[in-house]
């Protein structure tokens, strides 16, 4: 479904030098995907995510980035409406009243206990189960000076605040862990070394300004 919710800002892109907003993606998109048997809930998230992926992409043009034509390769399933955990398991909605529940490990339950969270979403994948959460935190007076946000794709890291943005291009470290012959064990750790070295130039430069 996010695929061809991309297909079709493309083609506005294309039509209008312009990226649709949600509600205009909405409009042109929910129609077509009534084929696919789903509950709304994931028509509208898959909408949201091809708007989000659109957002990005134009904004990496103004600032001068290469892209390429988005594309969702890896089947998954997002939503974040009515997402619950009842006894012990996070249960997934189906549609026609039908529900699926995923049992969810001590350590998950423990976290999600806190009274002070509250659960946003979900992500599963054919091998994995993410779950975002959102937690009130008062900070004390004094306590934050800054604050930065960090966007990790497979190819690129960008870090940046209100004041400054910073891209880093990882397909070096792609292209390594991708060479015949690497090990898992040995490409895995040269993504991760490239990570670290990026954010640690990213904390360096922002303690030298």
């Not at 990005?56 to 390429?68: C, L, V």
């Amino acid at each position: 479904m996010v695929n061809d919710c991309l297909m079709v800002g493309l083609k506005f892109e294309e039509e209008n030098r312009s990226t649709p907003s949600m509600k205009k993606l909405s409009v042109l998109c929910y129609g077509q995907l009534k084929r696919y048997e789903v509950c709304s809930a994931y028509r509208l998230t898959a909408i949201s995510k091809a708007a989000g992926i659109l957002s990005a992409r134009r904004k990496s043009t103004k600032r001068g980035f290469f892209t390429r034509t988005p594309y969702a390769s890896r089947p998954l399933l997002v939503s974040c409406y009515n997402v619950k955990v009842q006894d012990r398991k996070l249960r997934v909605h189906l549609g026609d009243g039908r529900f699926e529940d995923i049992p969810l490990n001590a350590h998950t339950l423990r976290v999600l206990s806190h009274a002070e969270l509250r659960i946003k979403s979900f992500t599963l994948t054919a091998a994995s189960l993410s779950i975002c959460f959102s937690k009130e935190d008062e900070a004390e007076p004094g306590g934050f000076t800054d604050a930065v946000g960090i966007d990790r794709n497979l190819r690129n890291l960008t870090v940046g605040n209100e004041d400054r943005v910073t891209y880093y291009d990882m397909a070096k470290a792609v292209e390594i862990a991708r060479a015949p012959g690497a090990s898992s064990v040995h490409s895995g750790a040269a993504m991760r070394g490239s990570y670290d070295r990026s954010l640690r130039n990213m904390v360096g430069e922002g303690a030298r300004g």
